[in-house]
T-cell receptor, first 116, second 113 residues
Framework: GAGVSQSPSNKVTEKGKDVELRCDPI?????LYWYRQSLGQGLEFLIY????????KSGLPSDRFSAERTGGSVSTLTIQRTQQEDSAVYLC??????????????FGPGTRLTVL | GDSVTQMEGPVTLSEEAFLTINCTYT??????LFWYVQYPGEGLQLLLK?????DKGSNKGFEATYRKETTSFHLEKGSVQVSDSAVYFC????????????FGQGTELSVKP
């Protein structure tokens, strides 16, 4: 079956603009996670959803970042007023259910965001 | 808070050499432990996992044993191949926070023929 997909694969934007990143999880996976991978910070957790709820938003770096999930499926990560330090690869992962010991997270290919 | 520390790279080995990548963790609970691999130009994929103390995860000739007494999960392979060249990430899952993964900084492995 299809894996996790993300779009766009690459996004170049100007500082101050808003961007939306999309994630399509594996069908039937109720948990969805966002991470970002940057040279300076490595791989860091941003937010997760169980169904449409986001119980843990602790990793969002600032109030310019927000995310939503609708219909228990597609998720959108929005970054408002982008800054150069937002440049990174944004990764999405899904798993059958959150908080279950040993559940594997399946990762998408990522969206490479470059803020000029 | 919970954290993962892994040996810094890059690591350069000749084909058929023995590989060890050290990983230690700090956790308040009883996490599951994972090794993920990122091949050049590809996404993150699970290499192996262990969910309780003394469990050994294995895949593609790689092994790692969950050592609670030393809070370690070192990755080993007896004979590396050029195709093993990749970045390897050790991670733990925090189950009281939805299973979110906390990653080590990654270790780049380069295997020369």
């Amino acid at each position: 079956g299809a894996g996790v997909s993300q779009s766009p694969s690459n996004k170049v934007t100007e500082k101050g603009k808003d961007v939306e990143l999309r994630c399509d999880p594996i069908s039937g996976h109720t948990a969805l996670y966002w991470y970002r991978q940057s040279l300076g910070q490595g791989l860091e957790f941003l937010i997760y959803f169980q169904g449409n709820s986001a119980p843990d938003k602790s990793g969002l770096p600032s109030d310019r970042f927000s995310a939503e999930r609708t219909g228990g499926s597609v998720s959108t990560l929005t970054i408002q007023r982008t800054q150069q330090e937002d440049s990174a690869v944004y990764l999405c992962a899904s798993s059958l259910e959150s908080g279950v010991k040993g559940n594997e997270q399946f990762f998408g290919p990522g969206t490479r965001l470059t803020v000029l | 808070g919970d954290s993962v520390t892994q040996m810094e790279g890059p690591v350069t080995l000749s084909e058929e050499a023995f590989l060890t990548i050290n990983c230690t963790y700090t956790a308040t609970g009883y996490p599951s432990l994972f090794w993920y691999v990122q091949y050049p130009g590809e996404g993150l994929q699970l290499l192996l996992k262990a969910t309780k103390a003394d469990d050994k995860g294995s895949n593609k000739g790689f092994e790692a044993t969950y050592r609670k007494e030393t809070t370690s999960f070192h990755l080993e392979k007896g004979s590396v191949q050029v195709s093993d060249s990749a970045v390897y990430f050790c991670a733990l899952a925090v189950y009281n926070q939805g299973g979110k993964l906390i990653f080590g900084q990654g270790t780049e492995l380069s295997v020369k023929p």
